[in-house]
């Protein structure tokens, strides 16, 4: 990536930030997802209960934890088999040129 | 897109185009995973009948406006640490 | 959105249009699935029997009825949110300027 | 996409590559979704071996051929509530 | 598609190539995640074992050997469809002109 | 994208950025997958509190180190039969 132009660069920065918008919106649906279909079972009701408001309350709380720890060691074995000389990234095998 | 300057409009447009685009997809969504969720927990696969009786409508009644409260506590809950997370990720951002 | 030009809403028009497409196919494509799914668990013959066929038959209506009815609460509850002030729309606080 | 007026040419290939790539998308999408379903139908998960017995290659056929059986019926179905579905969305389309 | 001119076929020729590395990564995605929750369930450990290395081997085999039936089966039916004058394709009666 | 005849310039990004885009977007799809993947392989669904304990934070390290170990079986697996697959897909592309 080091060769292009600063136009070229401030393109990329633009797809990059869409990027990074697109998956922190993709990053809440699913936090949304995963608590709604673990917490909420009961239909008895139309407002939350208040054991309900508590498993949804840890539940965001874990599941940003938990997608914390995954990234940073997602990261840490991207990093090691990049730097093995193998092959490669997760994804390096396949794609680009 | 053209690099070669052909005026202030384009970037403009395709700004407010692709903000509007993003957030109507950011509902689509949405509307999909409810409906998947709603479904599951609200409609027994066994399809005696084809319209909805009383007790699964009201179930996915309540289902949406659950949805929704969940979808507010989620969003009040990274509100308060949205800053440290775009922290965070700012300093791994693509330098220039 | 009051801002464009007229050229600028036929092009937001036809970007509207393809979306709407896509969600239609999206839509099919989630019906077929969750009939098939739900509908078709016998493979001692290639062809539907007739109880598959029922289901399958009665499973379509009531996908739709259920994602009509879902799509109208969606709808107001969306609008509630709007007009109350809060945090905006299903995903107004996020996205966007 | 410019706006200057380079020709009638562009949108007309817009809209035909448009087209086709919708298509072929639809189309991957329903064998993803295939391949999904009639692996979960037909395929154990213990892997006992690495290749495909005689029951489940049947299996695998069959759930091919009812896939498709189910998604003329949904297709015929959807036909005759088309019109309504169009003319509900239609009047809540963006205005010119 | 025959009404295209040359350079609208290298256009479309690139957009289809495009789509088919998206297509085989998806497909090495789809591969690796069902092998990785069919096959790995025991976490006291954090290298694959045997037993764990013999079934992601088994399930990669089977699971290209089912993906390649179902396409030839997917392709002929697909063919059989448009040939019957029916509803066409399996997305022909959705989609564009 | 013009096909005026701007310049060697464009088509030369739009490879470059193509190719880096896929790369990021396979990437998040793989990091997406595995969260799923261990997030239901470790975390228990009744949430009795907010924080990890130490057994679902040893199974979450576990569970990444093994996913990319059964990515490089994967990998390598599909290494060995690619060129069989490209060369039957080569046949069915579409003709210059």
Do not use: W
């Amino acid at each position: 990536m080091d060769s292009l132009s600063s136009s070229e660069q401030r393109e990329f920065q633009s797809v990059l930030e869409k990027r990074q918008t697109r998956d922190m919106m993709q990053f809440y649906s699913n936090l949304v997802q995963r608590c709604f279909d673990d917490c909420i079972n009961d239909f008895t009701s139309k407002a939350l209960s208040t054991k309900e408001e508590t498993c949804v309350s840890r539940c965001v709380d874990k599941f940003i934890k938990t997608s914390d720890r995954l990234g940073q060691r997602f990261a840490e074995q991207n990093q090691a088999m990049m730097q093995g000389g193998g092959a490669g990234g997760a994804g390096a095998g396949f794609g680009g040129r | 897109m053209s690099f070669l300057g052909f005026g202030k409009r384009e970037p403009t447009l395709a700004e407010k185009m692709a903000a509007a685009e993003q957030e109507l997809e950011m509902i689509t969504d949405m509307f999909n995973r409810l409906t998947r969720s709603c479904h599951n927990k609200c409609i027994p696969t066994d399809y005696k009948e084809a319209d909805l009786n009383k007790g699964e409508s009201v179930c996915l009644d309540r289902c949406v406006s659950k949805f929704f409260d969940v979808n507010i506590k989620v969003s009040e809950a990274m509100q308060s640490q949205s800053q440290a997370m775009r922290g965070a990720q700012g300093s791994s951002g693509f330098g220039a």
